[in-house]
């Protein structure tokens, strides 16, 4: 370097180069910063050559140490299967009532019982299994096949009124009306004493309808009107209706019953899935 000009506002050395009288000033760049870039390069390149990095028509340069998430992927995914195997087994060969009182078990029984339900159910029974007219809300205690359990995972196994499982829950309303085992003044009658039970608009209480009652529709429906599980008699004294719940929907299920059907789906899904149901339904807030 010729020229050790140094510029006297700052006091520092000159490059040298100039144009049309302006001058650079030498400030080379601190030694840390150039050592760190140099540093990033050297690190950069080195990741290149350990993982997967350079672009090539037949895909990228592999790297020395042969990861790829690919791999990564499905390692974990069969080390999730693993964990998972232990669980379904036990959960297969653990009797249902024993699942709910196994915290492990059964948060994870009701995980599946969740997804399941998801696919299975929500067309009859919602996305929140609230129901709907002739779909009974699982969320609630009033239960037609009971509300226990091993009841549940009987409903589920077997179904209510499925023609194609010869264990499934049956039982069916007479046609009180359409077969005239009741005059119409006692469906009347009948009707609107059940409809008091519950405090229905237009509901009265009276000693003819309950005789009707008793002689009638106590077998299914239980003395007290509060239904009777091993019948399917759904409770005819609390606000949750089937269908609808007014004088008018009682007396049109005596004049022609209405009868839900709830598939089986022991068969269909397997043992272990419906267990799994099971809990999750049972523990849905009406469980008993
Ligand atoms: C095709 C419609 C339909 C589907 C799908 C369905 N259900 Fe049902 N389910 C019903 C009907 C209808 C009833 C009421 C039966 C009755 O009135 O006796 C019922 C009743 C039940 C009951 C008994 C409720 C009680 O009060 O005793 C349970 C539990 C139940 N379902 C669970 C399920 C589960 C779990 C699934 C999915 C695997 C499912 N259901 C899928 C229609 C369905
Ligand atoms: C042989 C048994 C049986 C007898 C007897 C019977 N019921 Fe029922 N009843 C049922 C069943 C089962 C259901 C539920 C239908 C279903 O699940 O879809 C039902 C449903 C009903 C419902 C609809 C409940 C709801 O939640 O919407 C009413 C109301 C009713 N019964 C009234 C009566 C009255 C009143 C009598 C007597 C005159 C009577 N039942 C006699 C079996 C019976």
């Not at 950069?44 to 340069?61: C, D, E, K, M």
Request: glycine share 14%; with cysteine.
């Amino acid at each position: 370097m010729a020229n050790h000009e140094v510029d006297d506002i700052t006091g520092v050395e000159t490059t040298g180069h100039e144009w049309d009288g302006i001058k650079e000033l030498n400030n080379p760049l601190p030694r840390w910063w150039l050592w760190t870039f140099y540093g990033c390069i050297a690190v950069g390149l080195g990741i290149s050559v350990l993982y997967p990095a350079w672009p090539l028509f037949g895909g990228p340069t592999p790297g020395v140490l042969g990861y790829s998430t690919r791999t990564e992927l499905s390692n974990d995914l069969a080390a999730a299967q693993l964990a998972q195997a232990g669980l379904i087994a036990k959960v297969a060969a653990t009797p249902v009532a024993d699942i709910l009182i196994d915290a492990d078990l059964n948060r994870y029984a009701t995980a599946g019982g969740a997804s399941a339900f998801k696919v299975h159910c929500i067309q009859c029974h919602g996305t929140g299994a609230e129901g709907g007219v002739g779909y009974p809300n699982l969320n609630d205690d009033e239960w037609i096949w009971g509300g226990t359990i091993d009841e549940v995972y009987a409903t589920i196994t077997h179904g209510a009124r499925d023609p194609g499982d010869p264990d499934t829950h049956y039982n069916i309303m007479p046609n009180f009306g359409a077969d005239a085992i009741l005059e119409a003044p006692q469906i009347a009658t009948v009707a609107t004493y059940v409809a008091s039970l519950s405090g229905l608009e237009g509901g009265v209480n009276t000693p003819e309808g309950a005789q009707i009652f008793a002689d009638n529709c106590a077998a299914c429906h239980g003395d007290d009107a509060k239904g009777k599980p091993e019948l399917g008699g759904p409770d005819l004294t609390d606000q949750i209706w089937l269908y609808n719940g007014s004088l008018d929907s009682i007396v049109a299920q005596l004049g022609k019953p209405r009868h839900g059907t709830m598939p089986a789906w022991g068969v269909r899904l397997g043992d272990t899935t419906v267990k799994e149901l099971a809990v999750y339904v049972h523990g849905l807030g009406g469980g008993r």
